[in-house]
């Protein structure tokens, strides 16, 4: 890990956007279903992204059995069912909990972690963060103030590589290279061994400074204080809470925000899923090239570690894989492109966005930036950093928006999916 501050700002300062919250956390859990329009969906948290192979196959057998045969995999590396008959519940729940899925009925909304995928198995780890993760989860599901948090409030925990450090968490750990690590919000280090607990003070923190601004934030960048105020918070909560910490001084490597290529990467194999939907073939292929575990990553994808297999094994495994329809090329432009679930699945949805984004990948391809499909201006589950929004009309087209940090936003519109390599080149040649 690097020695650093994570680059997620996750410190307010007084141009917080302000957000009022006038009504409950409705985010969908998979005990509280979701009605969408292809029926009801159900929103399995997974910490760390990381599924034991009899879990996955617990998944994959709800799925086939309850909603649509598929999985859906999130931008926080979580996995959806959707299609699920009304009243599927209570016998959903007994699937996950009997697979080890639901540790703490209370508390399986707020177990929203992503971790760095690649942890322990290619070599670039400054700690293994699967330490953390199975401490802070723990943490989290006996921690009573933690049930308050809202399903969006997210932890990150960065192995120094600075990938999950730039998905603009609430709380992000980073190790960092004297073997401790560095916490934000409240920009200080911490030993590794105490790196879980003091994670879980920050996010309680949080929550008091909610109550005590008579807020209704869910996230820390909705909070009002004014600057260095949440990290003067912090402090004091760890100092309390018998945590050592010295302020974290050090520069960070800057955050990438980025997943690992399709391919043999370490001791894994990485498959890229096209909009992040699994038929059951391909989950079944996952699942049976898998030693003991499979990892979701947020950017959509699946890492396969098999470190007991050889160079041959490796690629035969691969090219199941890519026989099941996953991607296993670096080269592919799938990596690149992502959307909402769109129509039919989504009566906000003003087209089907998957079918538009799916026509045009070659094009997308030749774009400098990442394009993220949004069938309405609520844009669910866009990525962060730079990229190209596009987003569906009420009017049959499309706008285009170029995200870049430091510049100005570029937009034009689209009539067409057809034309998407020439509006790509108005915005940003």
């Given at each position: 890990?690097?020695?650093?501050?994570?680059?997620?700002?996750?410190?307010?300062?007084p141009?917080?956007?302000?957000?009022?919250?006038?009504?409950?956390?409705?985010?969908?859990?998979?005990?509280?279903?979701?009605?969408?329009?292809d029926?009801a969906?159900?929103?399995?948290?997974?910490?760390?992204?990381?599924?034991?192979?009899?879990?996955a196959?617990?998944?994959?057998a709800?799925?086939?059995?309850?909603?649509?045969?598929e999985?859906?995999l999130?931008?926080?590396g979580?996995?959806?069912l959707?299609?699920l008959?009304?009243?599927c519940?209570?016998?959903?729940?007994?699937v996950?909990?009997?697979?080890?899925?639901?540790?703490?009925p209370?508390?399986?909304?707020?177990?929203?972690?992503?971790?760095s995928?690649?942890s322990?198995?290619?070599?670039?780890?400054?700690?293994?963060?699967?330490?953390?993760?199975?401490?802070?989860?723990?943490?989290?599901?006996?921690?009573g103030?933690?049930?308050?948090?809202?399903?969006?409030?997210?932890?990150?925990?960065?192995?120094?590589?600075g990938?999950?450090?730039?998905?603009?968490?609430d709380?992000?750990?980073?190790?960092a290279?004297?073997g401790?690590a560095?916490l934000?919000?409240?920009?200080?280090?911490?030993?590794?061994?105490?790196?879980?607990?003091?994670?879980l003070?920050?996010?309680?923190?949080?929550l008091?400074a909610?109550?005590?601004?008579?807020?209704?934030a869910?996230?820390?960048?909705?909070?009002?204080l004014?600057a260095?105020?949440?990290t003067?918070?912090?402090?004091?909560?760890?100092t309390?809470g018998?945590?050592?910490?010295?302020?974290?001084?050090?520069?960070?490597?800057?955050?990438?925000?980025?997943?690992?290529?399709?391919?043999?990467?370490?001791?894994?194999?990485?498959?890229?899923?096209?909009?992040?939907?699994?038929?059951?073939?391909?989950?079944?292929e996952?699942?049976r090239?898998a030693?003991?575990?499979?990892r979701?990553?947020?950017w959509?994808?699946?890492?396969?570690?098999?470190?007991d297999?050889?160079?041959?094994?490796?690629?035969?495994?691969?090219?199941?894989l890519?026989?099941?329809?996953?991607?296993?090329?670096?080269?592919?432009p799938w990596?690149?492109?992502?959307?909402?679930?769109?129509?039919?699945?989504?009566?906000?949805s003003?087209?089907?966005?998957?079918?538009?984004a799916?026509?045009?990948?070659?094009?997308?391809?030749?774009?400098?930036?990442?394009?993220?499909?949004?069938g309405?201006e609520?844009?669910?589950?866009?990525?962060?950093?730079?990229?190209?929004?596009?987003?569906?009309s009420?009017?049959?087209?499309?706008?285009?928006?170029?995200v870049?940090?430091?510049?100005?936003?570029?937009?034009?519109?689209?009539?067409?999916?057809?034309?998407?390599?020439?509006?790509?080149?108005?915005?940003?040649s």
């Open positions: 890990m690097l020695a650093a501050m994570s680059s997620a700002d996750l410190r307010p300062t141009q917080a956007t302000a957000v009022s919250r006038d009504r409950g956390d409705a985010c969908p859990g998979a005990l509280r279903l979701h009605a969408a329009d029926g969906l159900a929103r399995i948290r997974v910490p760390g992204g990381v599924l034991s192979v009899r879990q196959e617990a998944l994959g709800a799925a086939r059995r309850l909603g649509d045969g999985l859906h999130t931008s926080r979580n996995v959806q959707r299609g008959a009304g009243g519940g209570t016998e959903l729940a007994a996950l909990d009997a697979a080890g899925l639901l540790p703490s209370g508390h399986e909304r707020v177990r929203n972690v992503v971790a995928p690649l322990g198995l290619d070599g670039r780890s400054l700690h293994d963060v699967r330490t953390w993760l199975s401490d802070l989860d723990a943490a989290l599901c006996a921690s103030p933690a049930r308050e948090l809202s399903g969006r409030f997210l932890f990150a925990l960065d192995d120094g590589r990938d999950v450090a730039g998905l603009g968490a709380v992000t750990l980073r190790a290279g004297d401790g560095v934000d919000p409240g920009a200080v280090r911490v030993s590794a061994r105490d790196a879980p607990r003091a994670a003070l920050a996010a309680e923190t949080f008091e909610v109550l005590d601004s008579g807020g209704k869910w996230r820390v960048a909705e909070l009002t004014e260095g105020e949440l003067e918070l912090v402090r004091r909560r760890l309390a018998g945590v050592g910490w010295t302020p974290g001084t050090e520069v960070a490597a800057a955050a990438v925000a980025e997943g690992p290529a399709p391919g043999v990467v370490g001791d894994a194999l990485s498959a890229h899923v096209p909009l992040g939907r699994l038929s059951a073939r391909q989950w079944r996952l699942t090239v030693a003991t575990e499979l979701l990553t947020p959509r994808s699946v890492v396969v570690p098999v470190p297999q050889g160079a041959r094994q490796r690629a035969e495994s691969l090219a199941r890519a026989a099941a329809g996953l991607v296993t090329d670096p080269d592919s990596p690149r492109v992502g959307a909402c679930v769109g129509r039919p699945g989504c009566g906000k003003h087209a089907d966005v998957r079918a538009d799916a026509d045009t990948v070659d094009a997308a391809g030749a774009c400098p930036l990442p394009l993220y499909w949004s309405c609520r844009r669910c589950g866009h990525p962060h950093g730079d990229r190209i929004d596009v987003v569906a009420a009017d049959g087209g499309y706008r285009l928006a170029a870049r940090a430091g510049l100005a936003t570029r937009t034009a519109p689209m009539t067409d999916p057809d034309d998407l390599a020439a509006a790509l080149a108005a915005i940003t």
